[in-house]
DNA sequence: CTCTGTGAACTCTTTCACAGCC
DNA sequence: GGCTGTGAAAGAGTTCACAGAG
């Protein structure tokens, strides 16, 4: 997002140590959690070819090839893929053998589902902290935490020490929320308020907004019926 | 490249490279829909230069322009965008004047989040069924409508006519419940069951995956301090 | 002068196709 | 034969920088 700073004097030097291309482009990541994912339905020990793992994945073999030659050669020609070390190479990759503290703000009925989200714990993530503004919800336990006023983020989040953020509050009060929770060390953010946020450039911030979702749905259906429609018309207004 | 605005009358053939600025790349279609939102928040008749209006949509300035360059030429040089002009453009171009009806199937706790979501009937939305499978469910109200036995899409959907449908359900029911609303007229789902869907080619599917979402930011967390080392030492070996 | 619209360069991503290994 | 890994080409998206309108 942000300008990454000075390629004014680009690295002429690639591969100083060469241990293995260590960049994961963005896309390529996002797709290798979903083989993730898969794989965990094979069962260890087995092995799998690029054409039916992408097949299961939803993506096409060539682009799975692709993505997994980012992580070094873990395949055997002519065979395919073990289950096991694919599974273990891409969580190192990925980095989901580290363990992530989360918290999560606003308890409402987005919050409550992204606190029962049963991939939570499945994956490395341990939810330490609850909070929301309403005193209705402050003191009520919701995936086995207590939730806490939003007032009390510093003391709590400086016990608990989270590393993630979670904000599923209304749009107003994002902002403030994700700068308590900057302040209290927090340095990646998931946003679910349908709003802009401003936060520090150390801050890594993830936007999910689920109308927009909804309106580039719609986007797409209306968009190819009316591509058509438009084009009769033209046809029909020149003759 | 483009030019438009003018209605060039174009020839009988479909391959008349006439009506240019029809094509709406996927990027600029999403960011569109943020523009739209910032410029709720300006008062109609102003006038708004690309660059505070990409301030405040939190993008850089050349590629605000470059976006609106795909509507046509609405704006004014040396001066910028009037605001109600633009405003209307977008939302054309978007199809955001037409109406959707929306089933909704799931209503656990994500589900009543989505249901409630304000923005709903904003943008021309309208929530005509909720379905689930849960007993305990069935026959409650949320956001002025009662939840359907899933058993009766077929009949209710018929009856409702909905166009979108959203799947809010465990990954379990999830194709299924798909294959329940295709059959039933639906031709785009968006879809928060963290599983892949197999629909017919003519039905547009959008997947939103709360926990993926997650681990891509855990993933940027781990990832840049790494990135970071590597770069410092890259650059201190190169000096 | 300010600000838009856009060619052109650039980077990121996908796709093709095939060499090389089993 | 089957399958991986990857160069090379194609495509999508972004950024630069400037001509030209007001």
């Given at each position: 997002?942000?300008?990454?700073?000075?390629?004014?004097?680009?690295?002429?030097?690639?591969?100083?140590?060469?241990?293995?291309?260590?960049?994961?482009?963005?896309?390529?990541?996002?797709?290798?959690?979903?083989?993730?994912?898969?794989?965990?339905?094979?069962?260890?020990?087995?092995?799998?070819?690029?054409?039916?793992?992408?097949?299961?994945?939803?993506?096409?073999?060539?682009?799975?090839?692709?993505?997994?030659?980012?992580?070094?050669?873990?395949?055997?020609?002519?065979?395919?893929?073990?289950?096991?070390?694919?599974?273990?190479?891409?969580?190192?990759?990925?980095?989901?053998?580290?363990?992530?503290?989360?918290?999560?703000?606003g308890?409402?009925?987005?919050?409550?589902?992204?606190?029962?989200?049963?991939?939570?714990?499945?994956?490395?993530?341990?939810?330490?902290?609850?909070?929301?503004?309403?005193?209705?919800?402050?003191?009520?336990?919701?995936?086995?935490?207590?939730?806490?006023?939003?007032?009390?983020?510093?003391?709590?989040?400086?016990?608990?020490?989270?590393?993630?953020?979670?904000i599923a509050t209304p749009a107003g009060a994002a902002q403030s929320v994700a700068?308590?929770?900057?302040?209290?060390?927090?340095?990646?953010?998931?946003n679910f308020a349908p709003c802009l946020l401003?936060?520090?450039?150390?801050?890594?911030?993830?936007?999910?907004d689920?109308g927009?979702?909804?309106?580039?749905?719609?986007?797409?259906?209306?968009?190819?019926?009316?591509?058509?429609?438009?084009?009769?018309?033209?046809?029909?207004?020149?003759?």
């Open positions: 997002m942000s300008k990454t700073s000075g390629s004014m004097q680009s690295g002429r030097r690639m591969n100083a140590d060469a241990e293995h291309a260590r960049v994961i482009p963005e896309a390529t990541a996002s797709r290798l959690l979903g083989y993730l994912r898969v794989l965990n339905e094979y069962s260890f020990g087995r092995i799998v070819c690029s054409r039916d793992l992408a097949l299961a994945a939803g993506v096409d073999a060539a682009k799975l090839r692709r993505d997994l030659s980012f992580l070094g050669n873990y395949g055997v020609r002519g065979v395919g893929y073990d289950v096991a070390t694919l599974t273990a190479e891409i969580s190192i990759a990925l980095g989901a053998h580290t363990a992530h503290r989360v918290a999560l703000v308890v409402g009925n987005l919050g409550q589902a992204l606190a029962g989200y049963s991939g939570f714990a499945g994956h490395g993530f341990q939810l330490v902290a609850l909070f929301d503004a309403d005193p209705e919800q402050v003191g009520r336990t919701t995936a086995g935490l207590q939730v806490n006023d939003i007032a009390d983020a510093a003391t709590v989040l400086a016990e608990r020490q989270a590393t993630i953020g979670i700068e308590l929770l900057v302040a209290a060390g927090v340095r990646s953010i998931l401003e936060v520090p450039g150390d801050v890594h911030l993830r936007q999910v689920l927009l979702e909804l309106q580039l749905l719609a986007f797409h259906a209306n968009s190819r019926p009316t591509d058509l429609a438009h084009v009769i018309a033209e046809i029909r207004s020149s003759s």
